[in-house]
């Protein structure tokens, strides 16, 4: 299972645009990227999954360049409600029925007025 | 949508009590579903993979009988933490799979906050 890096933690302003990267290097051809959301005492809340290039939905982008070693979460505008860990994770496999998901350390992201 | 609950949300318990924590998928069926184990200030811990209909996988380290793991239904999945003690204190949380035309996505459970007394 392809192993994650990310920045332990990051600061940030009300108002901002956050992009948090993650590095990759060993993921599997059949691997995707998936980022989660987690609030202290809750359980990971889904924010975007991606296989390449660019993905956006309501929420947040997910930026996957061509060699997929890397990937960035981007949350445009963020507000003190964003003040959370995030997690990338690899390893769900494309259109398969294997693999589970092995999470790292996250990055822990802190919004300021 | 893909919602999953567990409850309880939060138990205490007396040293050497058992205590089951239910994981469902609410809209959705899951034929594959997941526990985690997460202490104050770290990551989740993946302890074990459960199955619907069959054996759950347990990782390196998870004690199975200890952690016992039932996968009866397609929308339900039940960890017993058998004969607790202090240190067994910890969020589980569980995650279901959520299959599509290409791809899959685990959604994760509430949490559920157990201590041990």
């Known amino acids: 299972l392809a192993k994650t890096t990310q920045p332990i933690s990051m600061d940030s302003y009300e108002g901002q645009e956050v992009n948090i990267t993650c590095s990759h290097n060993?993921?599997?051809?059949?691997?995707?990227i998936t980022w989660y959301q987690q609030f202290p005492s809750q359980g990971p809340r889904f924010i975007i999954q991606?296989?390449?290039t660019k993905v956006t939905n309501e929420v947040a982008s997910l930026f996957i360049p061509a060699d997929r070693k890397s990937s960035t979460l981007s949350l445009p505008r963020v507000s003190l409600s964003d003040t959370a860990v995030y997690y990338c994770?690899?390893?769900?496999?494309?259109?398969?029925?294997?693999?589970?998901?092995?999470f790292g350390k996250g990055t822990k992201l802190s919004v300021k007025p | 949508g893909a919602v999953v609950s567990q409850h309880p949300s939060w138990v205490i318990c007396k040293s050497g009590t058992s205590v089951k924590i239910e994981c469902r998928s609410l809209?959705?069926?899951?034929?594959?579903m997941f526990w985690y184990r997460q202490f104050p200030k770290q990551s989740l811990m993946l302890m074990a993979t459960?199955?619907?209909?069959?054996?759950?996988?347990?990782e390196q380290g998870v004690e199975k009988d200890k952690f016992l793991i039932n996968h009866a239904s397609l929308t339900l999945s039940t960890l017993t933490v058998t004969s607790a003690h202090p240190e067994d204190s910890s969020f589980y949380i569980c995650?279901?799979?959520?299959?599509?035309?290409?791809?899959?996505?685990?959604?994760f459970g509430p949490g559920t906050r157990l201590l041990v007394l």
């Open positions: 995650s279901a799979r959520k299959t599509g035309a290409k791809q899959e996505t685990q959604y």
């Open positions: 060993n993921i599997a051809t059949n691997d995707y």
């Open positions: 991606g296989y390449k």
């Open positions: 994770l690899v390893g769900l496999i494309y259109g398969g029925s294997q693999g589970n998901l092995i």
């Open positions: 809209d959705f069926q899951a034929t594959t």
């Open positions: 459960s199955n619907e209909g069959s054996k759950a996988t347990y």
